[in-house]
């Protein structure tokens, strides 16, 4: 059955129909509300029943009923949210991939994650745990990665706005699409919800075009609205570029906390490395890993990830092409990294420094 999406009566009108079918009066503002709250109980309990229920029973029904019924239906609303925005649950698992050492995750856990677990200790020190964030870093710093972790070590659910679902009806419904998606998100509870590449679709409205400037604005308006929702919802950003990123939405105000994901320590680099021993399953003889992790320096977790794809097809082919068990060594690795350039450059961590100054606000 399809929900009903029937134009409401008068507010006078309202009143008389609910006081003919129950007998209880209210006064006309307050009918109209409840009036299109009776019709969507109809349309749940007709729903969940296989078959139309009657008006005056779903009246009666809701009054009796009325905050059970309401939870009810705004529990299957997000159901329908969620599975059309396709939301995901991750591991918990992801958060200890990460290394105590980076600070990201120190700044995370203490500003996030434990504010919102340890509630009632949150509320009596008047401590409130951000909605809005930003990441801002290079490429390949695991952005991604902690907004995932976050969802994990939450147990919450994790959805990803990507670009299609606003160019789905082309450039001039991006943000009609964005306020669309932005109101869905706002009657969720315990989700994470993510945008990547954020200064593709919020970058600074000086000499921005006619669609860049109104999808800029819109966001404007959406960001307090998700903050000022009394919900369980992280609305997270990632940004490789902050300095793109309107001013406007870097003001307090907007975004809560802003906080910068750098290169890894030697520490992070020896976590990353052993989860990619392990996920990659490579067949291995005797691995210096101490030595690995130092001739990495300046590689991100994503220069990682293709060191391991291609130590895997170096084993790969030798061992195809000599027709016997090849194992893969500290020398295996040594021998493959010079052909791997590190995405981290002097010019590129004195710049994020900059950044780290300027913008962050944790």
């Excluded at 229920?53 to 969620?82: S, V």
Aim: charged fraction near 25%; hydrophobic fraction near 40%; aromatic fraction near 8%.
């Amino acid at each position: 059955m399809k929900n009903p999406a029937q134009e409401t009566p008068s507010p006078e009108t309202c009143a008389n129909k609910i006081f003919e079918i129950s007998g209880a009066r209210f006064d006309a503002a307050t009918a109209a509300d409840l009036w299109q709250k009776i019709l969507q109980h109809k349309w749940l309990m007709s729903e969940k029943l296989g078959r139309d229920i009657g008006l005056r029973t779903a009246c009666i029904d809701f009054l009796e009923n009325m905050d059970q019924a309401l939870r009810e239906y705004m529990d299957y609303k997000r159901r329908d949210i969620l599975a059309d925005m396709g939301a995901q649950r991750v591991s918990g698992e992801i958060w200890d991939t990460i290394s105590d050492s980076q600070p990201p995750k120190q700044m995370v856990q203490k500003r996030i994650i434990l504010p919102l677990r340890e509630e009632g200790l949150s509320k009596k020190h008047g401590v409130t745990a951000p909605k809005t964030i930003i990441f801002f870093g290079p490429p390949g710093t695991g952005k991604t990665h902690f907004v995932k972790a976050i969802a994990g070590v939450l147990s919450w659910w994790y959805i990803e706005i990507l670009p299609s679902m606003l160019m789905v009806d082309g450039e001039d419904r991006v943000g009609a699409n964005l306020h669309r998606i932005m109101e869905k998100a706002r009657a969720l509870e315990e989700a994470v919800v993510f945008i990547d590449e954020f200064e593709e679709i919020a970058s600074s409205r000086h000499a921005a075009s006619r669609v860049d400037k109104s999808i800029t604005n819109e966001f404007l308006k959406q960001v307090p609205l998700l903050k000022n929702k009394g919900n369980k919802v992280l609305f997270i950003c990632a940004t490789n570029h902050i300095r793109m990123l309107d001013a406007a939405l870097l003001r307090p105000g907007r975004f809560d906390c802003i906080i910068p994901v750098g290169g890894l320590d030697e520490e992070g680099r020896r976590t990353i490395l052993g989860q990619f021993m392990s996920r990659h399953n490579i067949n291995t003889a005797d691995v210096d890993v101490g030595l690995i992790v130092k001739i990495t320096a300046r590689f991100t977790p994503a220069d990682i990830e293709y060191l391991f794809q291609q130590v895997a097809q170096f084993a790969f082919e030798r061992e195809l092409a000599d027709k016997r068990n090849y194992q893969v060594t500290t020398q295996t690795f040594v021998e493959i990294l010079p052909r791997i350039r590190p995405s981290l450059t002097e010019e590129i961590i004195e710049e994020f420094q900059k950044d780290i100054i300027t913008y962050s606000r944790t």
